[in-house]
């Protein structure tokens, strides 16, 4: 009786912290009006504090019972989690902003890396704090950097020249966007809204990068 009551309630805090996590989710729906909420790095944990729970709840179910019929909860288990991971996974990748980095600019303003919901592209967006919410840096672009096939993405930061008048992106050891700070969008290069195909045209816009700031990124 007591195992059962404890599985019940595993049971019923599992789906309570999921239940908790896909309202933040839904409460910080992406769209690309007005600001947006976007959700700390630590909601996260949510998925795998309930995905502990449920772990829990079923090995309670296990010992509660005798013979082979404590094998069914561990038997379950195993569906019942690749549904939760796979539904989760999905919900993490298709609808959820997830910060890089941040750091304050010369003026003031407090400003965030995001990586943009999706599946196909790695997306970046960089955002300016408004209250407890955030909006574009830059007046009418939301996203400012992506990759096509998923190359030099390792490591993306946030970094602010050295006269302070540009807003850089490294990522994967190179400079992959240079943005002069104000109010509109305006970027540093003519070229900057096609993005590099080939390996060698991401390390020309690198170089180009660093030799108009005057900074190295330190490749690798």
Do not use: K
């Not at 059962?4 to 729906?29: D, E, K, P, Q």
């Not at 993490?92 to 750091?103: C, G, S, W």
């Not at 672009?141 to 020249?161: C, H």
Request: aromatic share 8%.
């Amino acid at each position: 009786m007591i195992f059962s009551r404890l599985r019940h309630h595993l049971l019923f805090g599992s789906g309570l912290v999921t239940l908790l996590y896909l309202c933040l989710v839904a409460i910080a729906m992406p769209s690309r009006e007005g600001p947006q909420i976007v959700l700390p790095q630590e909601a996260s944990l949510l998925v795998l504090v309930g995905a502990v729970l449920l772990v829990l709840a079923q090995f309670t179910a296990s010992v509660d019972r005798t013979g082979w019929r404590r094998l069914l909860p561990l038997l379950t288990l195993v569906p019942m989690s690749l549904g939760l991971l796979m539904g989760l996974g999905l919900t993490e990748t298709q609808l959820v902003r997830h910060e890089v980095d941040r750091l304050t600019l010369p003026d003031g303003r407090l400003v965030m890396l995001t990586l943009e919901p999706g599946t196909t592209d790695t997306i970046f967006a960089v955002w300016s704090e408004e209250g407890w919410r955030w909006r574009p840096l830059f007046e009418g672009v939301t996203q400012v950097s992506y990759s096509e096939d998923g190359s030099f993405t390792e490591n993306p930061a946030l970094v602010v020249s050295r006269d302070g008048q540009h807003l850089l992106i490294r990522r994967g050891g190179l400079w992959t966007d240079c943005w002069r700070i104000g109010v509109a969008s305006s970027p540093c290069l003519p070229d900057a809204l096609r993005t590099p195909v080939t390996r060698s045209e991401w390390f020309d816009r690198s170089d180009r990068i660093a030799a108009f700031v005057g900074m190295d990124p330190a490749r690798r």
